[in-house]
């Protein structure tokens, strides 16, 4: 590639970051750091009504915690809407565009008559070609750019291929409203030019936009950016993917336990693939991205996938960085005695996150698991685990309880032999004596080593639990 490459993510603020805005980001991301380019963020936000600097934070907010980062300072293009005028004037003095005088009355009417005659609503042209000497009093113009009357607009784009579009079946597109304000086709083509982007990388439901910004570019004798036009993330259904497919916001997914890596990991797999690789590292994704992989077929969304994924990256993350993600998400989700517990007792719980990630597979079930740490005694027992601490288990665990109390060495090794050799003396499989005790020492049926958990909390807090459920 000759010319340096900029690439654009230019979501609106209406809202959370969803996941497709996020892959799209992703996409851009990947591509302009493959070419050591640069991916410039742009937040549209001329809909003065909907955009909130609350929506606006939170897409930032995602976007970094996601690890896509951009280059430069975010660009607003409300207060760009100036260079927009200036340009939709200066089309107006080059004979491209005209000033158009229909009332919105004309208009409806208009559309009313072609809807009778079976013909899609479009613009008739009715001011292309009228001098402004007959504008009628007290009407505020629009400016519409002229669209070719024929021939073909032709999208040579990374994804789609070779997509044409007949000339005839565009009409002349407000580029200014009579307010003076500027329209979203005409503004982002502006500031495409201006941030000098080179590749336009969005959801296949702007193809037809493509095509009607084309005409402004041509008419401003601008270079138009190469496209890739991404198809939409689907549902595992094959329907467009919602809420119930999974189509949250990045700060959802936060909330819900997954780590940013695994996130990026998918994201990268819906719509693009390298092989047969499944799973890869940020430098891996930047390295093989090619836009001109991207897959034209709709991508569905996994959330099963997603979450076994989540789970590769919990068992190879560091036990001090999961922690800090454990802490984080507990303040998050403001739960304050899970914020405590995690903070009082960091040295003990860093000591059982090798034994806890192999069973969870989001941060969340990995507090879960850390609760038997700090939990409060009594442990409440869940519903599922109480069948294991009867009469007769009961009786047991205050036999055993009387043995460990004569325990000299309180580490894992010593425990197990001692619990070993209680099970044989028993007759019992060493199952049968674990189960009993993990849920006393836990309250779950789900845990590290019971030998290992006695370990971690220590001879006094053990002896005590266990003791709570001895009969």
């Known amino acids: 590639m000759t010319t340096k490459v900029i690439t654009r993510f230019a979501p609106s603020p209406t809202g959370y970051l969803h996941i497709g805005g996020a892959r799209t980001a992703l996409f851009n991301w990947a591509f302009a750091r493959k070419h050591g380019g640069k991916m410039l963020l742009r937040i549209e936000d001329t809909d003065r009504a909907r955009s909130t600097e609350a929506a606006k934070n939170a897409l930032l907010d995602g976007l970094s915690w996601l690890g896509i980062h951009w280059d430069g300072d975010p660009i607003s293009q409300f207060e760009r809407a100036q260079r927009h005028a200036e340009v939709a004037h200066e089309l107006v003095r080059s004979g491209k565009a005209y000033y158009c005088y229909a009332t919105p009355e004309e208009l409806t009417e208009m559309r009313e008559e072609q809807k009778a005659k079976g013909l899609p609503p479009r613009y008739d042209g009715r001011w292309r070609d009228r001098d402004p000497s007959e504008a009628p009093e007290g009407v505020e113009p629009a400016i519409r750019i002229k669209a070719p009357l024929e021939g073909e607009i032709v999208i040579n784009d990374h994804v789609q291929g070779r997509v044409v579009f007949k000339a005839e079946n565009l009409d002349d597109l407000i580029i200014l409203r009579s307010d003076g304000t500027p329209t979203y086709m005409h503004a982002v083509v502006v500031d495409d030019h201006d941030m000098e982007v080179t590749h336009i990388i969005r959801g296949d439901d702007h193809l037809t936009n493509t095509a009607r910004q084309m005409v402004i570019y041509n008419a401003m004798g601008w270079d138009v950016p190469e496209t890739a036009h991404v198809p939409l993330i689907h549902g595992p259904d094959g329907a467009k993917l919602s809420k119930r497919h999974g189509a949250l916001g990045a700060d959802a997914y936060r909330r819900l336990g ?21 799973i890869f590292s940020r ?28 789970g590769h990256y919990i068992r190879a993350a560091a036990p001090a960085s999961l922690f800090a993600n454990m802490r984080d998400l507990a303040h998050e989700l403001e739960w304050a005695q899970d914020a405590k517990g995690l903070e009082d007792n960091e040295q003990t719980i860093l000591a059982a996150l090798p034994d806890l990630q192999p069973r969870a597979k989001t941060v969340v079930e990995l507090i879960e698991l850390a609760r038997f740490v700090y939990a ?32 000299s060495d309180w580490d894992a090794g010593s425990i197990g032999a001692l619990i070993r050799s209680f099970a044989e003396e028993k007759e019992l499989k060493l199952g049968k004596v674990a189960q009993p005790l993990r849920v006393a020492l836990t309250g779950q049926t789900v845990s590290p080593g019971v030998f290992e958990v006695m370990q971690l909390l220590g001879k006094p807090e053990s002896l005590a639990r266990l003791s709570d459920q001895a009969k």
């Open 283 to 310: 430098d891996q994704l930047v390295e093989w991205f090619d836009i001109d992989d991207l897959n034209k077929g709709a991508a569905r969304f996994d959330f099963a996938k997603l979450e076994s994924l989540n």
């Open 258 to 278: 997954y780590l940013p890596d695994a996130i990026v990991n998918y994201l990268a797999r819906l719509g693009w693939s390298h092989g047969d690789d499944e």
């Open 376 to 407: 409060q005694r009594p442990l409440p027992i869940a519903e599922n685990a109480q069948k294991h601490l009867g009469e007769e288990e009961g009786t047991m665990i205050s036999e055993i309880v009387t043995r460990l109390e004569a325990l």
